[in-house]
Structure formats: C-alpha cells, structure tokens
C-alpha cells in the first residue's frame, strides 16, 4: 500500500541537531513546518536557528530578567558539550548575553528542550485533519563529526 501526503506537513525533529531533516524535505520540496524540535547541545541549537530561522529577530527574552533565563534554561535542560546538562550554578555563571540569545534561539526554533523530559502532550499534535505531522530522530552524532575527532567511524 501506498501512503500518499495530501496536506501541509508540520515537522517534529528530535534530537534534531542541525535540522537535516528539514533539510531534505526542503531538498524535495515538500511543503512543511517546522513544528517543533527536541535539542539540548547549545552550538546545535544555535546552527540550527541561524540556518533555518535566520530572520526572525524577535527578543523572545525581553520580559525575562537574569534569574528567570538561568531558570528557563536550567528547565530545558540545555549542554554544552553533547554528554552532560549543565548545572544550575554553570548556567549562572554565564552572561546575561549569551543566556539571552541561547534562549531566543530555542523559542525561535521551537525547541521543547531535552527529550529526557519531553512528554506527548508537549509536541501539539492538533488539527490532525488539516496537517500531517511527521516526527523524525537523529542519532547523537558527535562521534562523527570534526567535533568529536570522528571517533565513531572507526
């Protein structure tokens, strides 16, 4: 049997990295969203922003003071190296800047944060008669990457 898309497509990405997936359907013309994605790695998150939303300008910290972003980011559970959450205390310690724009990044990109505390419920799955959603994973590739010294090809 044949499955064949007839309505716009709303794109779940978990683990989604730099977004290859919304890059192929991109590739192939398909007609989607970016609906929501799942990542925790900070330099993923910003690539993914700058590649996929890289208009999108809006101050979604503004109302945010300080200790509100290290709470918010603290939630989503956010690393800086791929392997370990950073601590509360870690994430303090950073600039009120840098806190800022790995916040707007993750709102502009509709990043629900770590998928250790992902739930159904957090992907909006509504209005089934009107999109299709297609939910796609990546898997941890930073043993393939120039970032981790491409370890994992061997």
Not at 1 to 20: C, D, H, N
Not at 38 to 45: D, L, Q
Not at 68 to 81: C, F, P, R
Not at 85 to 113: D, T, V
């Amino acid at each position: 049997m044949q499955y064949k898309i007839t309505k716009p497509v709303r794109l779940i990405e978990l683990f989604s990295g730099v977004g290859a997936q919304a890059m192929a359907l991109k590739q192939l013309n398909v007609d989607f969203m970016h609906w929501k994605t799942s990542e925790w790695e900070v330099n993923a998150i910003k690539s993914y922003k700058a590649i996929h939303m890289p208009d999108d300008d809006t101050d979604y910290s503004a109302k945010l003071n300080k200790e509100e972003l290290v709470d918010a980011l603290y939630k989503i559970n956010i690393s800086t190296n791929g392997k370990d959450p950073l601590e509360k205390k870690q994430i303090a310690r950073k600039g009120e800047k840098w806190l800022r724009n790995i916040y707007n990044c993750i709102k502009s990109s509709k990043n629900i944060g770590s998928v250790i505390n992902v739930h159904a419920s957090d992907l909006k799955i509504i209005d089934k008669d009107k999109y299709e959603y297609i939910l796609t994973y990546s898997f941890p590739c930073t043993d393939l990457s120039l970032a981790g010294q491409r370890k994992g090809i061997a």
